[in-house]
Every structure is written in C-alpha cells, then in structure tokens.
C-alpha cells in the first residue's frame, strides 16, 4: 500500500476540480502563461490544452521528458489535442505573450529542468518578464520543499505571479489519503501489509492504520531498501537483509564514486580547501623550500596563514629530526599541526592537503 499520504486526513479532492480553477486563472491572466507540472500527468496537460483553447492560446510543451510523455499520450489516444493549440517552443516568439502557454517540468524546483533554467535566465528561448503567471500544478513531494520555494522566490523577485496548491486548488494528489488507505483495509481485509512508497515516518503511520483495521501487527512488515520477506504458509515475516545502497550517475561514470567522494565534495563546498607544500631532504632532515600555505574558497586572504607558518615548519622539523620520516609521516605532522590551528582560529574544518616532494 501507498504510504505518501498516510498521515494525510480526510479524503482526496477529484480531478474534475482543478479544470474550473485553471480556467479562471487563464481568465485572470493578461500575459504569458507557465504551467508547471510532472512530465507523466497527461491529464492534468489535457486541462491545460482545453484551458488555452478556451482562452484563445496555444500551448507548447518544453523539457526533453515532457515531448517524449504527450507524445506517446497522443499517440495512443491518451492526450486529445485541440486543432491548432499546440505549436513548436521555436515558434513561440512569434506569438504575443497574451497567447502563449508553456508546459514544462520542473514543478519539483529540479535544478537542470526548464522552469529553473527559465528563471535563472539560462533556457535558451524563454525568459519570466514581470506580469507572466506560473502555475504549480503539483504537490510537493517531501524533501524538496526548500528547492521548490528557492523556484518561488525567484519567480516573485522577477515579477511574476505565482500560482501554487498552497493558494488555489490547483492540483489534486495522486496517492490515497488516511481514510481512503482504511477503506481499502476494510475491504480487502489482508492478513499481512507491507506499506511502500514514502519515508520512514510515512511507512509507520500506515502501518498504524493497518492495525487499525485489525491486522496482527506482527504482520505488518515496515520494510526499507534491501530488507528481505519471506512469504510462506499465509505468512509474511522478515528474513534478512541484502546489502544496498544508492547508485550514483556522475557525468558518464555509473556506480564508480561512493559515500566517501561525496564527503569529500562535501567539505569542499561547505568548508574550503586548503593545500601546504614543502620539499625536503630526508637524508639530511633539510627543508629546502616551504612549507607555504595556499587556500581556495576560503574567506581569509592567503596572509592570514603567515601566523602558522612557524608552527607548521617546527611541525616538520621535529618530523624529520626523528629520522626514517617518509613522506606520508611528514605530510601528517603538518596537517595535524595546520588542521588545529584551523579549527582554533577560523572556526573550520576545510580539505587539507598536504604535499612533501623528497629531494
């Protein structure tokens, strides 16, 4: 059973409620018109195009998943498209902006779809001009809350209005609410629920209704990624679990970086990075140059490193004094002594890397 709504009362509204809503919004509306909405909701377009025909629009759908989406929709019969509303996005600076509607993705605030590309100034054929109207035909889904809002924000310092579900009824959910995940219980009436589709939280509140409905809590399996079931005899238990973990696309590579490299991707965004080079030679415990000190996206000028300066080259002197000092003991000895002194005097834990070159 869905969980995204679990803690959701009430019931769901109806589809048919939005059309009468969007229709006054195109009313309302004096110049450009942009719709926001998931790439997979073929209905919720077929209320936009029936909207701008009604109005006296055309409709030009933009993101690469979106086309693809109608496209297969019209095709089967799925998407009816009104003669004559739907134009090319090229062809869009041909119309006035009172006849423009632009359905595109991005209602999730996703940083590389066409509503941030747009109003960051950055799609190639579409700018937010003061007095346009955005629609957020979507929910929110939980966890992206702050990058929607950034979308908002943006959208308003431009000058646009912004419609969105927290001020006009302009999208219903898609996943059952509290009383609809009971009905179904009642009906059904199963000896073993396993809740899916949502976070932890979401997971255990349907949960809770499951039992609600009289189901032996011992047979309500809250389960997350890699746990595994064992159904056998009527029965559904938990039997184990098999590793798992997320799989990350970075650029071409598929799989190739793990939690570790994004830890260090981390610390490099939010904390700096800080590089301190020396040479030396070993066999004589000589520095023969540095060490020096050299920092990116740190707020300080390079200067404020000359005060651990002499503490970093005491760091290293001792080092090389002990003898047998090899590269990797020396390099250490003066991140510990510079990662400290970081800590203490700039309040920050930035990369540190160090460097030894043996002469």
């Not at 055309?58 to 086309?67: D, F, N, P």
């Not at 991005?106 to 007095?131: F, I, N, W």
């Not at 997350?224 to 056998?232: C, K, Q, S």
């Not at 390099?331 to 002194?341: E, K, N, S, V």
Request: glycine share 10%; charged share 20%.
């Amino acid at each position: 059973m869905d969980s995204t709504n679990a803690e959701v009362p009430g019931m769901i509204g109806h589809e048919n409620q939005i059309g009468p809503v969007l229709d006054g919004v195109f009313a309302e509306s004096e110049q450009q018109i942009i719709v926001a909405s998931f790439a997979s909701h073929v209905h919720r377009v077929q209320q936009v195009l029936d909207a701008a025909a009604l109005h006296g629009r055309r409709v030009a759908l933009i993101g690469r998943s979106m086309v693809r989406n109608m496209g297969i929709a019209a095709e089967r019969g799925y998407l009816k498209v009104p003669e004559g509303v739907l134009v090319n996005a090229r062809d869009l600076g041909s119309l006035p902006p009172e006849e423009r509607v632009l359905m595109v993705t991005g209602s999730q605030g996703e940083p590389m779809a066409a509503l941030s590309r747009m109003v960051h100034g950055e799609h190639r054929s579409v700018t937010v001009e003061p007095g346009d109207t955005v629609i957020f035909a979507s929910s929110l889904i939980p966890g992206n809350e702050n990058s929607v809002y950034r979308v908002i924000n943006q959208l308003m310092r431009l000058g646009a209005r912004v419609v969105h579900q927290g001020n006009a009824k302009v999208h219903v959910s898609g996943h059952a609410s509290s009383e609809e995940l009971l009905h179904v219980y009642n009906i059904v009436g199963p000896r073993n629920v396993m809740p899916i589709h949502g976070e932890i939280r979401h997971l255990v509140a349907n949960g809770a209704l499951a039992v609600k409905t009289g189901v032996d809590p011992k047979r309500v399996m809250l389960c997350e990624d890699g746990v595994v079931v064992d159904l056998a005899d009527g029965k559904a238990r938990i039997a184990g679990s098999v590793p798992c973990g997320y799989v990350y696309v970075d650029g071409s590579s598929v799989g190739e970086i793990d939690e570790t490299e994004l830890k260090d991707r981390r610390i490099l965004a939010e904390e700096g990075f800080v590089s301190v080079y020396a040479v030396v030679e070993t066999s004589t415990g000589t520095i023969l140059a540095g060490p020096d000190i050299q920092a990116r996206g740190v707020a300080e000028d390079d200067s404020v490193f000359d005060e651990v300066l002499p503490d970093v080259t005491n760091a290293l002197a001792e080092a090389l004094d002990k003898g047998n000092a090899d590269a990797h003991s020396l390099q250490q000895a003066m991140r510990r002594t510079l990662g400290r002194w970081i800590g203490r005097r700039l309040r920050r834990r930035p990369m540190i890397v160090p460097v030894v070159i043996e002469a």
